[in-house]
Each structure stands twice: as structure tokens, then as C-alpha cells.
């Protein structure tokens, strides 16, 4: 449904989605954009009529008037907005978080306490071709979510226009190991394996800049670089097989700014195709097609060839390109995605943030945090709030990147400040945070090993490293939820409790896929045994703490003082959690355990396009029960209560 009237059309995509554009010419667009890519949506129930030179829209819950220079006013579930009026928006993201020590400002999402959400589409339009085309002059086009307190309504439909979440592979919801670190082959090797001998489990390694030259000649940057460094990997493939023969994906760090350098290996190949001749760099841009083709083809395709899983991409430089209003991050996660694609694998990346749309190229590095409590304190808000952009997977520098006080132009190798118990509760955090991923800056002192810390603080490092891994099957299945039906892993409450004002007053507290609510401790505790205050809202109903099995009746404001081996993370009355043994990060694993609370409650597992698992768990006078049916069927599982009490858990017959 569109309407025109002068140089303004309204295109009611649903009952609360509608697209404003201006345009001086009369043209309009329809030409799918950076952020847009399908604005075909079933037709709306909406009653919408002219009168006085102004549109008059209705539907369920909402009433908008539209004026001729796109004026608004908005009446949405019991709330109202007017054009010129401020909004105060709910949540939103920001592109990094680099030097950031605590709160910064937040990019609006599409939510609002007045019920509306305003979000100006100015990025690029995409040709028939695939390629990007500059928008008309004097054209302005603008979306206006209508949600009221709908959240997840708002989010399936901002998923509708722009693309839905892509599913990660499962690897990805393990622990990560990173560190800015010139290692050698035999250090990496001999961390994996005392790792390993310690029974703290990593799917992912990650090899930061060193991998390539970074000691390069006068007048060139030693941080672009396509080039293995074989001073430290003299054999790569080997280290590569070996590292995947640990079970481990592997990640390299790309900085791309400066281009094809001289120095580089496949320089002569790339210089041919640019038609270079003169020995000069050339120049990183993703517009030219045959600088594309070299890129990736030339550059990337070999390394992966090699055994490089997925990229790390890096982009410091701004958002200027050769195109006007293109920003070559965006881009470049673009291509990236896309490229990562054609093995036929679920595709990856791990970059920065490059504005609305970029959930479709998940995951998200926030940047180079400063080590500090107001760094973590700011960093469950920031995760949750990034919901209400869509932008579920958020990847921090677990730990924080860089002592206390540092910034970007003494980032070479500086002296970082390790607090054991800064540290330890940011590190529970990443357990129950979208991506767990270690990172640390180029300091003798900034590592992350457990061993680093003191005994006691080391021991419970281990046992959180080796949860986040028996929490894979939950972790998949929340991946397979927020891929099908929109619901990020981690999200405010009020998404899931929008008319309990409670829910918007604890920006730290969240539901962590669809069983769990999780409070982490972000400030020092206090005392001999260091025990930390937190403060929460607990939902309605009766809750169960994940780690103790201790009963609490929601509805209410908690004060909990927290010893150093957990953190707030609760269970809903009924809940069931799928967990495994940590060494496994395959899909399909040999036994996944049936954690179960009592109460009523139902659970969907997924493990892949092969494996779905229905379970319920339900009470009656005569005892707690579960049924659990697989599909394919054959599947063993081990059925465990963890409460304690009188009552028994029984396998109805046939389950």
C-alpha cells in the first residue's frame, strides 16, 4: 500500500512499519539498499484515508497522521509523539567501543519509551548488478517503527526488511583464544596443549597481527600485511594442520588499509591484474571490481586454502572510500560474508560494527577496551541494548584490551594492569555473554591464562571456561532461535516483560536465551572472601539459582551478595537447559544432558538440520515428569533433576 501526495510518498509496509521518502523530483525509490533489502511485506489491516491535505492511518493500537512535509504525530498503544518532540530511545549500539573506559553514548535503536522509533535510511542503493549506486539529490527516506512496547514484534519485522540473523556455525559459541602476541609456532602449540592438559577447552584460536610481516621497509606500515611472518611460523600449513587436529578453527587479524604493499609476496600477481607498473602500492578499495578479485582470490583464497576458517577484520580508518557517502567497513563485511559463503560452510567474520544492517555479518568486535571496572560495569548494557538495534552478537575483549589510562598511540607494547578479580568477573560475564572471547593487548602482563592468576582465582577460571563449552547445546539452540525467529541470545528484560517498569530499571540484568536471566557482578566485592553486592528485578514466578538450586519468588527487587566462584544467573520455574561434556564442539555431539527444574516448561533443541529434540517438563500429585522425543529418533540422552526435594523425576514410557 503507497499513497503520494506532492513530493511525498507512504508506503505501509505493515500496520506499525511505514516508509517516508521525500523527493524533490517525483521519482521515489524502490531499488533494495544497504539497509532495506526486501520491502515486500503481506498486505496490511489498516484503514487509511486523506483529510485535510494530511494521511490518516489506523490499525490496531495505532494511530499516525502523516503532513505534507512528512510531519507526524503518533498515537501507540496509549502512548504519543509529535514531530519536534524528543524521543528517548529504550536501547541502541555504537560502532566501537576503542578507548572506551565506561559508558559511552549509544546509536537509537528503533525503540522508544513514547512508541516510536525514527531511523533515517541514507546508505547506498544496490544495482541489478550487486554493485552499490549513490542515492538522487534531494531525496530523504525514512522508516517509522510504531511498536510501542511490541519489541519483538518491532524485531521480527526490522529482520523482515533487512535480513534475517544468519546462523552461526557452532564452533563459534565456544571459547575463543586471542591474544595481540608475537608468537612462534612452538608458543602456540605448547599454550593449546597445556590448555588442553588442563582441561580448559577453546574452539577458536585466533592469530592477531604477528602472523604476517610486521618488521617491513622504511615508508611502508607493518600493520597491513597478506605475508606469513616465517621468522615466527617458519612451516604455516603445518601449524594450521596442527591447530585443526586440536580440534580448533582458525581466525587471522586483517588490517586492509594500506593496500597491496611492495613487499608482499603475491604483490607481482596483484599488480597484473591492477595494470600497475611502477612498484607503488596499490591501494585497498573494494569498489573496484578487479581489485576485489585480486583481494580475495590473490590474498585470502590461498591462506584459506591453507586452513584459515574464517577473518578477523580489523578497520581502524574511518569511513571515508571512493565513493561518496559509502563506508568501506560496511563493505568490506559485505564481501567478506559473502565470500566466506561460496564453500558451501556457514559463513563468518569477526568485525567491527558498521551500522544499521549489520547483523546480517555477524559477529561484532567491540573494540579495544580500557581494562577498568567502569569498562566491564558498561559492558552487559551495552550487549543487551544492542537488541533494540537488532545486533545480537556482540564479541568483547574479554578481560578488557589495555591497562588503565592507555590509548591508541601506545598500543605498540605497553604495561598493562592485571586485577585478579577484575579479570575473573569479567570472564563470567563472557561466559554468559554472546561470544566468549579472550583478548588482550601486546603486554607481558595482559595475558589471560588461568594460570597467570592466583590458585583459587585460576581454578574458577577453568570451571567457567569449562561451562561455556557444557552450555554449547543450549548456546546452538538459542543460535537456531534467534536465526528463525528473531530473538537475539541476550536482550533487555522488558523485551520479554514490556509492562513491568521494573524491567527498564536494571540496564544490566538480561535474559540470556530463553530459560535463563543473568546478573553479572561488575564491582569489586568486598571483604576477606571478596563477596560482591548486586542488585536486580526478578520476574514474576519462581526462579531457581543456576549454580545453588536456592528457590526465589519473583516480582521482586533482590539485593544478593555474590562469593567469587558465581554470579546471578537464574533458572525459570520448569526450565530445561541441554548441556554436554566441554571437549566437544562438533555438531552432534555422543550425550546431551537434560538439566530440568520443576514446574512447567518446554524446550526446543537444536543441533543441526539432523537432530531436533522436543522436551516438556510438567508436575502432578504423583511426582515431576519429562518427556523428551528426538527426531531422528534413537538419540541417548541422560535426564538429570537438580533440585532438591521429595518429589521424583520419571521418563514417561515411550520417551
Request: charged letters at 25%; glycine letters at 10%.
Amino acid at each position: 500500500m503507497e499513497y503520494r501526495f506532492g513530493n511525498c510518498r507512504v508506503s505501509v509496509l505493515t500496520e506499525r512499519l511505514l516508509r517516508l521518502e521525500y523527493d524533490e523530483s517525483r521519482v521515489f525509490e524502490d531499488r533494495p539498499s544497504q539497509f532495506a533489502l526486501d520491502r515486500r511485506f503481506p498486505e496490511p489491516c489498516c484503514s487509511v484515508e486523506f483529510r485535510g491535505g494530511r494521511l490518516d492511518l489506523r490499525s490496531d493500537g495505532c494511530h499516525v497522521i502523516i503532513g505534507g512535509g512528512l510531519e507526524l504525530e503518533t498515537f501507540t498503544d496509549g502512548l504519543s509523539w509529535s514531530s519536534g518532540q524528543e524521543l528517548h530511545y529504550l536501547g541502541g549500539t555504537a560502532r566501537t567501543l576503542d578507548n572506551a573506559d565506561g559508558a559511552i553514548g549509544l546509536e537509537p535503536g528503533i525503540f522508544s519509551r513514547e512508541g516510536v522509533g525514527l531511523l533515517s535510511d541514507d546508505s547506498l542503493l544496490f544495482g541489478a548488478d550487486g554493485e552499490l549506486r549513490p542515492r538522487r539529490p534531494g531525496t530523504r527516506d525514512i522508516y517509522l517503527f510504531l511498536y510501542g512496547r511490541q519489541f519483538e514484534r518491532g524485531l521480527r519485522d526490522l529482520y523482515r526488511l533487512s535480513g534475517r540473523p544468519p546462523l552461526l556455525p557452532r564452533f563459534a559459541l565456544g571459547n575463543w583464544w586471542s591474544r595481540f602476541w608475537p608468537y612462534t609456532t612452538e608458543e602456540y602449540l605448547a599454550l593449546m596443549e597445556r590448555f588442553d592438559a588442563e582441561g580448559t577447552p577453546f574452539s577458536v584460536a585466533v592469530l592477531d597481527m604477528d602472523w604476517h610481516l610486521t618488521r617491513v621497509p622504511e615508508g611502508y606500515s607493518g600493520w597491513t600485511g597478506y605475508t606469513w611472518n616465517r621468522e615466527l611460523i617458519p612451516e604455516p600449513d603445518k601449524l594450521l594442520a596442527r591447530l585443526h587436529g586440536m580440534g580448533l578453527h582458525v581466525s587471522l587479524n586483517l588490517h586492509p588499509a594500506e593496500g597491496v604493499q611492495p613487499f608482499e609476496e603475491r604483490y607481482g600477481e596483484v599488480a597484473e591484474i591492477m595494470g600497475v607498473t611502477g612498484g607503488e602500492t596499490i591501494p585497498f578499495d573494494l569498489n573496484d571490481r578487479r581489485f576485489r578479485r585480486a583481494y580475495f582470490e590473490l590474498l585470502l583464497h590461498p591462506l584459506e586454502d591453507m586452513g584459515v576458517d574464517f577473518w578477523w577484520i580489523d578497520w581502524q580508518q574511518g569511513t571515508r572510500s571512493t565513493v561518496e557517502g559509502l563506508d568501506p567497513l560496511w563493505l568490506l563485511n559485505h564481501w567478506h560474508f559473502l565470500d566466506a559463503a561460496r564453500r558451501g560452510r556457514r559463513p563468518l567474520i569477526l568485525s567491527r560494527y558498521a551500522g544499521a544492517g549489520s547483523h546480517r555479518y555477524p559477529v561484532g568486535f567491540s573494540g579495544d577496551t580500557i581494562a577498568s571496572w567502569a569498562s566491564l560495569d558498561f559492558q552487559p548494557r551495552f550487549t543487551a541494548a544492542a537488541a533494540d538495534m537488532g545486533f545480537g552478537w556482540w564479541s568483547h575483549d574479554i578481560g578488557g584490551h589495555m591497562g588503565d589510562g592507555l590509548r591508541d598511540e601506545e598500543l605498540a607494547c605497553h604495561r598493562g594492569e592485571r586485577d585478579d578479580e577484575l579479570y575473573l568477573r569479567w570472564l563470567q560475564f563472557g561466559v554468559f555473554s554472546p561470544i566468549c572471547r579472550l583478548h588482550s593487548t601486546c603486554s607481558p602482563d595482559a595475558g589471560k591464562e588461568p594460570w597467570r592468576y592466583s590458585p583459587e582465582i585460576a581454578e574458577i577460571m577453568r570451571r567457567f571456561l569449562a561451562l561455556r563449552h557444557r552450555l554449547l547445546p543450549y548456546l546452538h539452540s538459542m543460535n537456531w532461535r534467534s536465526h528463525l525467529e528473531g530473538i537475539p541470545l541476550v536482550r533487555p528484560l522488558y523485551h520479554a516483560w514490556p509492562d513491568r517498569p521494573e524491567a527498564y530499571e536494571y540496564p544490566n540484568v538480561y535474559e540470556f536465551g530463553s530459560q535463563l536471566i543473568v546478573a553479572p557482578v561488575t564491582a569489586p566485592g568486598a571483604g576477606e572472601k571478596r563477596a560482591a553486592e548486586v542488585r536486580l528485578w526478578l520476574p514474576e514466578g519462581l526462579w531457581y539459582d543456576f549454580f545453588t538450586d536456592e528457590v526465589y519468588e519473583g516480582g521482586r527487587r533482590l539485593t544478593l551478595r555474590c562469593p567469587l566462584e558465581r554470579i546471578p544467573v537464574f533458572v525459570r520455574s520448569g526450565g530445561i537447559v541441554p548441556m554436554q561434556e566441554p571437549d566437544c564442539t562438533e555438531d552432534l555431539p555422543e550425550r546431551i544432558t537434560l538439566h530440568v527444574w520443576p514446574g512447567q516448561g518446554r524446550f526446543r533443541l537444536c543441533e543441526g538440520e539432523e537432530l531436533c529434540l522436543e522436551a516438556a517438563i510438567y508436575q502432578n500429585e504423583s511426582g515431576v515428569y519429562i518427556k523428551a522425543r528426538s527426531s531422528p529418533p534413537g538419540r541417548k540422552y541422560i535426564i538429570i533433576r537438580h533440585t532438591s526435594g521429595k518429589t521424583t523425576l520419571k521418563c514417561e514410557e515411550g520417551y
